[in-house]
């Protein structure tokens, strides 16, 4: 079976709008070594949910393919979305290499155009708060909105870093800001190269926004060969939040499941549907 990557119209990287560039070559390569696919219990979960559509299903923000190909590997038919060429690229190759017949988009999500609607379409593991800009999230969600077929649903997976949270509380207040945190990570291909992963994280809990500063090196060998310096931010959303921004976008009902996954213990999933046909 074939996959396909198609190229889309002019696009605006959703993972790039307020900061440096994000998803490139070297992240892709480490985030392909450290998750390479989903675990049993999300790709479970998501296998059953899609199971239920009654028509095409996309998943928006699919990068690589971490939850997109054992998916596929199920037998599940679905689409895949995302800005990250390097991702895409990732994600065609590793279902090329494994017979698996996909459509891949290359678009961003503030201007999709794709060829058809979906009955269903999910973003999986946080992917969504990878938006900033909530007025820019509430357009999102009305192109998501536009993309359904009637009474289709979207599904949105989120998180709240309660760990950050709870570890910046002073007696009964919760600081503005948390001290910058450092991490250093190392991935290994082999013999023949490591990535290493060097981030420093802030918080800023008062506007919900987490911040990561990231370098990437590529060593081969036990040489330096090269590095990328990437930026992105992450915005949570509490629950009623999340409800009001989908209700504004027009979606009529919405439903919520809390579950643990293994790359997101404290997961909340939001089903919202649009209004079928009058």
């Not at 359904?148 to 509380?169: C, H, M, S, Y």
């Not at 060969?225 to 504004?248: C, D, G, I, Q, S």
Request: one cysteine or more; proline letters at 3%.
């Amino acid at each position: 079976m074939m996959s396909s990557l198609q190229i889309g119209g002019k696009s605006t990287n959703y993972r790039q709008n307020q900061m440096k560039s994000s998803y490139l070559n070297l992240c892709t390569e480490f985030y392909d070594l450290t998750k390479p696919e989903a675990g049993p219990k999300e790709v479970a979960f998501y296998q059953k949910l899609l199971g239920t559509a009654k028509g095409p299903i996309l998943e928006a923000m699919c990068g690589s393919g971490r939850l997109l190909i054992p998916l596929l590997k199920e037998g599940l038919i679905l689409e895949g979305v995302d800005n990250s060429s390097h991702m895409l690229q990732s994600c065609q190759k590793r279902c090329s290499d494994q017979d698996l017949g996909v459509q891949l988009y290359h678009q961003s999500l503030q201007k999709l155009g794709l060829p058809r609607k979906y009955d269903l379409i999910f973003i999986a593991i946080g992917s969504f708060q990878l938006i900033q800009d909530p007025k820019e999230a509430l357009n999102i969600l009305k192109n998501l909105y536009s993309a359904l077929l009637p009474a289709g649903r979207v599904v949105l997976e989120t998180f709240i870093p309660w760990d950050a949270i709870k570890d910046n509380i002073n007696g009964s207040v919760l600081m503005d800001e948390s001290k910058e945190r450092l991490f250093e990570r190392a991935a290994h291909s082999g013999d023949d190269f490591q990535i290493v992963h060097k981030s420093t994280v802030t918080v800023n809990f008062k506007e919900q926004i987490e911040k990561t500063q990231s370098r990437y090196e590529k060593w081969v060998h036990e040489l330096f060969t090269y590095a990328e310096e990437e930026e992105y931010v992450v915005r949570w959303y509490h629950r009623f939040e999340m409800e009001l921004l989908l209700e504004k976008a027009g979606f009529s009902t919405v439903s919520i499941i809390d579950e643990s996954f293994e790359q997101n213990e404290q997961a909340v999933v939001y089903i919202a549907s649009k209004p079928g046909e009058i």
